[in-house]
């Protein structure tokens, strides 16, 4: 007589720091489990790219809790790896809380690569909590670990982040220690291979000086600064205009001091409102602005953001700004010195305030417009450039008509979908732009700079897309695995294309 199967339920979970526990890994183990047990998989529950530290953005799992406490409920038993595949909790309570949640609720939690014993044996209880404890620490221990290799790096002197608009280019230093120059724009031919800043060409260093005395010594303001860098013809090393936003994020880059600090904005994973304190390395670049100019344009800068403005003086600046940048927004203003709620107390909100100042609304649109056809051109340039590096290697590729969308002949398709930087929380950020439905498999993130090149890509899935961060910073997330060089790239599209 053929044996009744029980129902049964699968969670499965990766992480983003390239383990090599794969999903197919672990629904192999799953699947030999419950053919040897007479379970049946009736339901799969999946996270991919997510963290094991909380429950909060892993929505495989919030869903199979509630599965659980459904009536009648679908299984009786819930398959998973092993114990850190159910969670890395900080808080080892919390990954026992779940499983009891799903044993009082008739769903037994069995992990197939640990053969724990009867559920009412003491010794069961204890090692459970050993391995959650080791779970958690696992992860710990990674974070440190990772922390102390981008705190060297940094002490170093290797850059983490893009290069100011004028003054600073990079080099690349390869395991020997040997340095070849690199162009803006220009990636790193290895991984292996680091990047430092050193003084860029001449005339740049020049112009930084000029912009930093020019701000210490005479009476002029920020937006007063880069209209009379306009009014000269001076340009950054792109060749585009200064703009206040511009030159009020120059006069902040110690680097031209010769220190270099990274991650000003960092907060420590799944830890609510604790901040990461930034990486700060003193003295590793050679430094191309004194120490004494420096000192002063900063006092200067701190005692600017402190003056109090009538609501008269504040519309006359907004007028200047606008006149300068027609499509300023409010974190333009917040990097300049101009909070937000200082606007909206004074004049009930910002809108209002920019429309006392006498916005015209059709610069704005024609701006944006510009912006708008300029994407378009180099997102065409880079759907091109990336079809044909993956057909060159074998993967087979075609792009969608007119759209950014490549066909991989495996199957899956690719969006690319380009960022631009932009002020953000008084820093230079990346806006993930979020479509409401996925209009592809696979999604490739492009952080561009003013270069119009990419600085670095992340390719996701559609869950991982969705999940993501509405922000990129300037450092490479720690969730998400950054490519940065063709090989990279080849690399994460043959790895997903293995297991998909």
């Avoid at 009736?42 to 953005?57: C, Q, T």
């Avoid at 800068?301 to 300023?328: H, Y």
């Avoid at 708008?372 to 792009?399: N, P």
């Avoid at 950054?482 to 997903?496: A, D, F, K, S």
Wanted: charged fraction near 25%.
């Amino acid at each position: 007589m053929v044996p009744m199967l029980v129902n049964a339920a699968a969670y499965v979970r990766m992480s983003t720091d390239q383990q090599d526990l794969s999903i197919g890994t672990q629904l192999d183990a799953i699947e030999a489990y419950a053919s040897a047990n007479a379970l049946e998989v009736m339901r799969l529950y999946k996270d991919e790219g997510r963290s094991g530290l909380a429950i909060s953005k892993r929505e495989g799992m919030k869903q199979l809790l509630r599965d659980v406490m459904d009536e009648p409920r679908p299984f009786d038993v819930i398959l998973v790896y092993d114990v850190s595949r159910w969670g890395r909790f900080q808080d080892v309570d919390a990954g026992a809380y779940y499983e009891y949640t799903c044993k009082l609720h008739g769903a037994k939690v069995v992990y197939v690569q640990e053969r724990f014993g009867a559920d009412d044996d003491p010794m069961t209880a204890l090692m459970k909590a050993m391995q959650r404890t080791m779970a958690a620490k696992y992860s710990r221990d990674l974070g440190v670990k990772t922390r102390a290799g981008q705190d060297r790096a940094v002490k170093l002197g290797f850059q983490m982040g893009g290069l100011p608009c004028i003054g600073l280019s990079r080099v690349a230093i390869d395991r020997d220690g040997n340095r070849r120059s690199l162009a803006r724009g220009q990636h790193k031919a290895m991984q292996s291979e680091h990047i430092a800043w050193v003084p860029g060409p001449q005339h740049e260093v020049d112009l930084v000086n000029r912009i930093f005395r020019l701000y210490a010594d005479t009476n002029t303001t920020i937006v007063g600064l880069a209209r009379q860098l306009r009014a000269d013809g001076v340009t950054t090393a792109i060749g585009r205009a200064f703009t206040p936003s511009t030159v009020d994020r120059l006069l902040r880059t110690e680097a031209f001091a010769g220190n270099f600090v990274w991650g000003k904005d960092r907060f420590f994973k799944e830890a609510k409102n604790k901040k990461a304190p930034p990486s700060r390395a003193t003295g590793v670049i050679e430094p191309i602005v004194s120490a004494e100019l420096w000192e002063r344009v900063q006092k200067k800068l701190w005692e600017r953001r402190k003056i109090t403005w009538e609501k008269e003086g504040l519309l006359q600046q907004l007028r200047e700004m606008l006149a300068d940048n027609p499509g300023l927004c409010p974190m333009d203003l917040e990097a300049m010195g101009y909070p937000r709620a200082a606007l909206a107390k004074a004049f009930g909100s910002v809108a209002r305030a920019f429309a006392l100042a006498g916005r015209d609304r059709a610069l704005v649109l024609a701006q944006h417009h510009e912006r708008r056809r300029d994407a378009m051109r180099v997102g065409k340039r880079m759907t091109w450039d990336i079809c044909s590096l993956l057909e060159s290697h074998g993967i087979g590729c075609k792009i969608y008509p007119k759209s950014r969308l490549l066909l991989l002949s495996a199957g899956p398709t690719i969006r690319l979908q380009l960022m631009w930087p932009r002020i953000n929380r008084g820093a230079l950020r990346w806006k993930v732009h979020k479509a409401r439905v996925p209009l592809s498999d696979w999604v490739l993130l492009a952080q561009m700079d003013e270069t119009e090149c990419a600085i670095r890509f992340v390719l996701l899935s559609a869950v991982e897309y969705r999940n993501t961060n509405a922000w990129l910073a300037a450092e490479a997330p720690r969730n998400l695995n950054c490519i940065t060089t063709n090989e990279g790239l080849l690399q994460e599209t043959q790895r997903r294309l293995s297991i998909h």
